[in-house]
């Protein structure tokens, strides 16, 4: 049974920092993408960042760029997400994902099979 666990979602201030955690079991992460997206209220779901089985090709949505860092630790098959001045438009529930896109869809939501429930991260002073 693949699971994928995320943690370390909170309330911050603007220009502040949190790290976002995945853990994964039930797969071999070193042959999947993995990647971030995340829904705001009243909003489209949209991708933050994704990275391909080999770290090779990344994903960063225009917002996140020069603010958030995508990485994993196959060893410890947990992925993370490095937040860096954050604004208050961050604000959504942050959800961790594992699949197997082609390239040219690693920014797809649909190109991913495996979900965590979310966590929440709110920017507000």
């Known amino acids: 049974q693949v699971q994928l666990v995320e943690s370390g979602g909170g309330l911050v201030q603007p220009g502040g920092s949190l790290r976002l955690s995945c853990a994964v079991s039930?797969?071999?992460?070193?042959?999947?993408?993995i990647g971030w997206f995340r829904q705001a209220p009243g909003k489209e779901r949209e991708g933050v960042s994704c990275i391909d089985d080999s770290d090779n090709g990344s994903y960063y949505a225009d917002s996140v760029k020069g603010r958030f860092t995508i990485s994993r630790d196959n060893a410890k098959n947990t992925v993370l997400l490095q937040m860096n001045n954050l604004k208050p438009e961050d604000t959504a529930v942050y959800y961790c994902?594992?699949?197997?896109?082609?390239?040219?869809?690693?920014?797809?939501?649909?190109?991913?099979?495996?979900w965590g429930q979310g966590t929440q991260v709110a920017v507000s002073s």
């Open positions: 039930g797969l071999a992460l070193d042959t999947y993408a």
């Open positions: 994902v594992a699949g197997q896109p082609i390239l040219s869809a690693l920014r797809l939501s649909s190109a991913y099979n495996y």
